[in-house]
């Protein structure tokens, strides 16, 4: 039976959690980026057979290899802390939530680490059409690896192809294509990634904009912005697309999540948008979240209180949701109790549970308001990531007009804010995280394991003190690797057409 663990203990290995998940998406973003960047430049050296697009390749490879090796490090103990902090939840889903993650150690990340070294030492020996294929491979290898990764995480806000099982107390896979191709993961996956593009995008561009302003490596600069700004222009389309896509999923599967994020106490049809408090489009959040300019959209009360969708569907109040999910923990409870003793009477139980297994997971709130995440931080986080990815996009899309024009020198103003592309690409990725991660508290798992089911019956000063020396590890190793890229930055070789 999962027990309740004290609030000081879940808030820290909360605090710990993301505290490594936000160091590790710092790296991997600009991975994914970086790969597509190198293996598009390293094409057009393979086609034009020009020796300057081969030394274009190698410096934002060496880059990519300092990032790549740093990102590796804090990827490993964000896993290693689903088994430490969160030993609930590792034992209650554990059988679905290891497969994605088994699979990305075994296959993805061990094709990414086979053919980076052949991508890294292989130029003098072998084929230039193998050295690509490595190039591509490598990226795909870490494009496969966030792949099963995002389908854990997705599964963990809309869980899908899974049954409870009493005996066991364990949910349990019976449909793995479920959990696999779930639109949650096929969208997360998509916007992820075309995030990471943005991300790598941003990156070459502002290094590129600092040589400019600068005035050296012009041709090394000109010729990532020429690849990286039309990048980060389609890339940002997709963002923006499967953004839209992930907005509809949110309202129909994480309703309080999209509240959130507008700030809506009160929800309903032709529903505004919310720009800033006080300024608001009308109908937009309903166009957004349903494409239906008069659908409903309910509020935070609403999901609290429960409301009937104009379709006629019935949505219980969070007290109603609480209540079955006490009659199913104690059906659950009294299954194990008589299971071996009174079969009759374990078979009733098991049917109660059944009934009420949707809302297990309410069982173990303390009140409705838990069930309210951090509206302040969620709110603003969502216009830091929108804002964020309009600026961008302006940005690429003025960087291509003016590197099209041969007027990319011209204006340093417009270099600058190349410059700046790189905190905002940053700031806008971690900002749709902490929407995405702390708009669904207080689950664990959506609608069926809370955190304070999910963590470890730790002491409170034991999560502190890891807290503080992965705190003061990350920091050391951000730092270490911010240090080695702009050296590497400043003494880049003057590389010339």
């Not at 490879?61 to 090796?69: E, H, P, T, Y």
């Not at 995002?150 to 896979?173: K, S």
């Not at 009360?301 to 109040?317: A, E, F, K, M």
Request: negative net charge; contains cysteine; hydrophobic residues 50%.
């Amino acid at each position: 039976m999962l027990q309740l663990i004290e609030s000081g203990v879940i808030d820290w290995s909360r605090a710990q959690f993301a505290l490594t998940a936000c160091y590790h998406w710092l790296f991997v973003p600009l991975t994914l980026g970086l790969a597509l960047i190198m293996g598009i430049m390293e094409t057009i050296y393979f086609i034009k057979k020009d020796e300057f697009w081969k030394q274009c390749t190698q410096f934002w490879m060496k880059l990519f290899g300092i990032n790549f090796a740093v990102g590796v490090a804090t990827g490993l103990i964000l896993e290693f802390e689903f088994g430490t902090n969160w030993s609930n939840y590792s034992w209650f889903v554990g059988d679905i939530f290891g497969a994605p993650l088994a699979i990305e150690g075994i296959v993805a990340f061990f094709m990414e680490s086979t053919f980076i070294a052949v991508m890294f030492f292989g130029w003098k020996k072998v084929r230039p059409g193998f050295h690509l294929a490595a190039t591509w491979l490598t990226g795909l290898g870490a494009t496969l690896s966030a792949w099963w990764i995002l389908v854990a995480n997705a599964w963990m806000q809309d869980p899908v192809g899974m049954e409870f099982n009493p005996e066991t107390v364990r949910n349990e896979m019976v449909d793995f294509a479920a959990v696999a191709l779930s639109p949650s993961a096929v969208m997360k996956f998509l916007h992820t990634i075309s995030c990471g593009w943005v991300t790598g995008a941003a990156f070459v561009v502002g290094v590129s904009c600092w040589f400019l302003l600068r005035r050296r490596n012009r041709d090394l600069a000109v010729a990532g912005i020429k690849v990286a700004a039309v990048v980060g222009v389609l890339a940002s389309l997709v963002v923006m697309g499967t953004g839209d896509q992930s907005g509809v999923q949110i309202a129909k599967q994480q309703p309080m999540k999209l509240a959130a994020a507008e700030g809506l106490e009160q929800g309903g049809a032709g529903a505004p948008f919310s720009i800033v408090p006080g300024v608001e489009m009308p109908n937009m959040l309903s166009i957004l979240a349903t494409h239906d300019i008069n659908g409903f959209v309910p509020g935070i009360h609403d999901i609290l209180n429960g409301y009937t969708t104009p379709d006629g569907t019935v949505h219980p109040s969070a007290a109603e949701k609480m209540e079955r999910g006490r009659n199913a923990i104690a059906a659950f409870s009294r299954f194990r109790e008589v299971r071996n003793t009174d079969p009759g009477e374990a078979a009733k139980a098991r049917e109660e549970l059944s009934q009420d297994m949707e809302y297990f997971g309410y069982g173990y709130l303390e009140s409705a308001e838990q069930l309210v995440p951090n509206v302040p931080l969620v709110y603003w986080s969502f216009r830091i990531m929108v804002g964020g990815g309009g600026f961008m996009i302006l940005v690429f899309l003025t960087l291509v007009w003016l590197q099209r024009r041969g007027r990319i020198e011209e204006s340093r103003p417009m270099l600058w804010l190349g410059v700046l592309t790189v905190p905002a690409a940053y700031l806008a990725g971690q900002a749709g995280w902490v929407v995405a991660e702390v708009g669904r508290q207080p689950w664990a798992i959506q609608d069926l394991l809370p955190v304070n089911a999910a963590v470890s019956g730790l002491a409170t000063a034991d999560v502190v003190t890891t807290f503080i020396l992965f705190a003061v590890l990350f920091t050391l190793l951000l730092v270490a690797e911010i240090r080695i890229m702009c050296r590497a930055i400043s003494n880049a070789p003057e590389i010339t057409k």
